[in-house]
């Protein structure tokens, strides 16, 4: 089987991604190609920060790959945390992150938010970008405790549970990820 290299050291993502991928591509993450930098994510956008991580791999590994970046996006809240998703709470995790939105979400009746994924596959020296939108609402409190991240507040549009209340396989139908996923597997077969 093939192998593709993910520019991740999110092992949620990379889970998520390998059973995307089943049977298809065997998934290499960084730690698997023994890259331990964070990459730094200093764009302004999601589409500059996935090129960041996927031209970096390319650059210091000479591998092509593909990277996602991707988050939240709170339409009450100006659109944050965006691509701050990941550091909303400077740093204190995923749990800090989702109790930051939920305190400024207090009082709040647009509960609006969306999931976005900009996944840069950076392929024979070319970049092809693939993107992913899942529209929902956020809960009041979290429930559910599969997933990551802000799952547990997050629920899709015309479902009645959280993503963290669904399975992965479930999440996996849906999701913003597996949406731009689809367009690269469709992309890499052609
Ligand atoms: P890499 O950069 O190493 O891929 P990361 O976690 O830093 O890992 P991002 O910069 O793309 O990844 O930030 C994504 C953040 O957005 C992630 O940490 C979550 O807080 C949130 N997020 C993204 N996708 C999510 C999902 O499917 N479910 C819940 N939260 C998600």
Redesign the pocket.
């Known amino acids: 089987m093939k192998s593709l290299v993910?520019?991740?050291?999110?092992l949620?993502?990379t889970q998520?991604v390998k059973e995307l991928l089943a049977g298809k591509y065997t998934v290499l993450?960084?730690t698997d190609i023994g890259c331990t930098t964070?990459?730094p994510?200093t764009g302004t956008t999601?589409v500059e920060?996935?090129g960041l991580?996927s031209k970096f791999v390319l650059e210091n590994y000479q591998l092509d790959c593909f990277?996602?970046?991707?988050?939240?996006e709170v339409e009450a809240l100006n659109q944050e945390?965006g691509?701050y998703?990941?550091?909303?709470s400077g740093g204190k995790g995923?749990l800090a992150?989702?109790q930051l939105v939920l305190q400024k979400m207090e009082g709040i009746s647009n509960r609006k938010a969306r999931?976005k994924?900009v996944i840069s596959l950076m392929q024979d020296g070319k970049e092809h970008l693939f993107e992913g939108v899942i529209n929902g609402t956020l809960r009041t409190e979290p429930s559910g405790t599969s997933?990551?991240?802000?799952?547990p507040i997050?629920e899709p549009e015309g479902y009645a549970k959280t993503?963290?209340e669904m399975s992965m396989e479930e999440?996996n139908q849906i999701?913003?990820?597996a949406q731009a996923m689809k367009k690269l597997i469709a992309f890499l077969r052609a």
């Open positions: 993910f520019a991740t050291h999110n949620h993502k998520e993450n960084l964070e990459i994510e999601f920060n996935a991580k990277a996602d970046d991707s988050g939240l945390p691509i998703s990941a550091r909303y995923d992150n989702l999931f994924t997933g990551f991240g802000y799952d997050f993503f963290a999440k999701s913003h990820r």
